[in-house]
T-cell receptor
Framework: GAVVSQHPSWVICKSGTSVKIECRSL??????MFWYRQFPKQSLMLMATSNEGSKATYEQGVEKDKFLINHASLTLSTLTVTSAHPEDSSFYIC?????????????????FGPGTRLTVL | SQQGEEDPQALSIQEGENATMNCSYKTSINNLQWYRQNSGRGLVHLIL?????REKHSGRLRVTLDTSKKSSSLLITASRAADTASYFCATDGIYGNKLVFGAGTILRVKS
C-alpha cells in the first residue's frame, strides 16, 4: 500500500510553454502533499506544501505565480510550471502524507512519487 | 533551507563491507528519517527513528540517533552492489509539517 504516482515521468517542452505535473495517492487519502525540486547531484529542496481545499504554502524564494499548485481532492495535487525556461529544468518529486491514523500508514511517513524529469529547451 | 548535513559526501566500498553514513541537523525534531534514491528515480523510505529512540534496526540497516549531538548515523551491514544509491536523511521538525533533507551521501558498492 501507500503508493504515490506522478505523471508524466518525463517531459520536454519549449521555452515559454507551461507544463502540468500530476501527483496522485493511489490507495490512501492525502490531506497534505509536498512538492520538491532536485537538481542533478543535489538534495531535494521543498518548494511548497499543498493542502487539500486550501492555498499552497510556498517556501521562501519559490515564485508562487510561476509554480502553480492545486490540490483539488484528497488524492490529487498538480504542479504547473508556467512560462518554463531552461533554468526550470529539474527533477520534480511529490510526496503525500496519509490522512488516517488507524489502520493506515503512519502520518509521520511521507510517501514519495517516482519523480518527473522536466527538460526545457 | 536545508538543515541536514551528511558525511561523507561520497563513499566507495567493496561488497560485503559495512557502510556508515552520518547526518547532522540543527533544530529540534519529532523524528529523523532515512531515504534511498537510485539514480534518476524517486525516494524509497528506509527507516524512521523518533526523537525518544536511540537505535533502530531493519534488516541490514541500523540507525542511531543522538539528540544531544543532533546527529544520526545509518549503518548498512554486509553491503551489496544493489545498495549502490544516494542516501538522504530528513528531519521532521517539531514546529513544521515538512521534511528537511540533508545533502546526501552517494554510496558505491563495488562487486
Amino acid at each position: 500500500g501507500a503508493v504515490v504516482s506522478q505523471h508524466p515521468s518525463w517531459v520536454i517542452c519549449k521555452s515559454g510553454t507551461s507544463v502540468k505535473i500530476e501527483c496522485r495517492s493511489l490507495d490512501f487519502q492525502a490531506t497534505t502533499m509536498f512538492w520538491y525540486r532536485q537538481f542533478p547531484k543535489q538534495s531535494l529542496m521543498l518548494m511548497a506544501t499543498s493542502n487539500e481545499g486550501s492555498k499552497a504554502t510556498y517556501e521562501q524564494g519559490v515564485e508562487k505565480d510561476k509554480f502553480l499548485i492545486n490540490h483539488a481532492s484528497l488524492t490529487l495535487s498538480t504542479l504547473t510550471v508556467t512560462s518554463a525556461h531552461p533554468e526550470d529544468s529539474s527533477f520534480y518529486i511529490c510526496s503525500a502524507r496519509d490522512h488516517w491514523l488507524a489502520g493506515g500508514p503512519s502520518t509521520d511517513t511521507q510517501y514519495f512519487g517516482p519523480g518527473t524529469r522536466l527538460t526545457v529547451l | 533551507s536545508q538543515q541536514g548535513e551528511e558525511d561523507p559526501q561520497a563513499l566507495s566500498i567493496q561488497e560485503g563491507e559495512n557502510a556508515t553514513m552520518n547526518c547532522s541537523y540543527k533544530t529540534s525534531i519529532n523524528n529523523l528519517q532515512w531515504y534511498r534514491q537510485n539514480s534518476g528515480r524517486g525516494l524509497v523510505h528506509l527507516i524512521l527513528i523518533r526523537s525518544n529512540e536511540r537505535e533502530k534496526h531493519s534488516g541490514r540497516l541500523r540507525v542511531t540517533l543522538d539528540t544531544s549531538k543532533k546527529s544520526s548515523s545509518l549503518l548498512i551491514t554486509a553491503s551489496r552492489a544493489a545498495d549502490t544509491a544516494s542516501y538522504f536523511c530528513a528531519t521532521d521538525g517539531i514546529y513544521g509539517n515538512k521534511l528537511v533533507f540533508g545533502a546526501g551521501t552517494i554510496l558505491r558498492v563495488k562487486s
